[in-house]
């Protein structure tokens, strides 16, 4: 592979390429399939419960925002133990008062661990040409994730494990992201200064802003629903539409695309 010299131009966030790429897991390197809804509702049968999948999916859109709005009151801190509670809330939440409270405990017993497993997963398009093409670069990845104790096992079970050098997750951290101080652990645990990491990842808040904050390289994957939204991007932030565009975006210089 013919070494990589990104040009010069002053619009680009930085005049050399980074030295590590963290990505974000959820909606940036995986996407449930075939939904949330989908996949709920498919478990639930198997225990006599018959509920529509896209009200399954309605709930628990809004069972995640009340989650964020829990971490966000936290101050971000978190475990393992407290991300399982929560994700038992947000199970609940998500059938709507349509579970029968005998029927929870083993229900949210078989979705946590079906969510561990490849089954719920796809990866997403790109992700294996991009990583491996990263690597041969001579750019070191990471995962940088708010997850829990399962995140391990997902990535070797979806055969990704072997292309990240570090692996940041909430729960080994105790802490969160946007808090700066999971995107501190992750740039003292890489050994580099801030200007020579690259974060990609599909939430704007979370992955984006703050590592943009800190004075990384930061690249948004813009989530298909809003595309067409127009949204305050900080000038430097570069925006894709697809992961197959990052080793694009790095061979010719960083320019903020227009929304």
């Not at 709930?59 to 101050?75: G, I, Q, T």
């Not at 017993?109 to 089954?119: D, H, S």
């Not at 997403?124 to 096992?153: F, M, P, Y």
């Not at 990384?216 to 992961?243: F, H, M, N, Y």
Request: charged share 25%; hydrophobic share 40%.
């Amino acid at each position: 592979m013919d070494r990589w010299i990104p040009s010069p131009e002053p619009n680009r966030i930085s005049s050399r390429l980074p030295k590590i790429v963290f990505l974000d897991a959820g909606g940036t390197l995986l996407h449930v399939w075939p939904s949330v809804g989908y996949v709920y509702a498919e478990a639930a049968a198997r225990h006599g419960v018959l509920v529509p999948p896209a009200s399954v999916d309605r709930a628990f859109r809004a069972a995640w925002d009340r989650s964020l709005d829990r971490r966000c009151a936290s101050r971000h801190s978190t475990s393992d133990d407290v991300l399982r509670e929560d994700w038992r809330i947000i199970v609940r939440e998500s059938f709507s008062g349509l579970l029968p409270p005998e029927k929870e405990p083993r229900l949210f017993t078989e979705l946590y661990e079906r969510f561990t497993g490849p089954e719920p997963w796809s990866v997403a398009e790109g992700v294996l040409e991009t990583l491996a093409e990263l690597r041969g670069a001579g750019i070191a990845l990471g995962v940088l994730s708010n997850w829990d104790s399962r995140l391990h096992q997902t990535l070797a079970a979806l055969g990704l494990t072997h292309f990240f050098d570090h692996f940041i997750i909430s729960y080994e951290v105790g802490l969160e992201k946007p808090h700066p101080g999971i995107f501190l652990d992750a740039a003292r645990q890489a050994g580099v200064r801030p200007a020579e990491i690259l974060m990609v990842g599909d939430s704007l808040d979370q992955d984006i802003l703050p590592a943009h904050r800190l004075g990384w390289q930061a690249v948004w994957v813009r989530p298909k629903p809003c595309s067409a939204t127009k949204v305050d991007v900080p000038v430097g932030v570069t925006i894709i539409e697809d992961l197959r565009e990052l080793t694009q975006k790095l061979r010719r210089p960083f320019v903020e695309k227009s929304q």
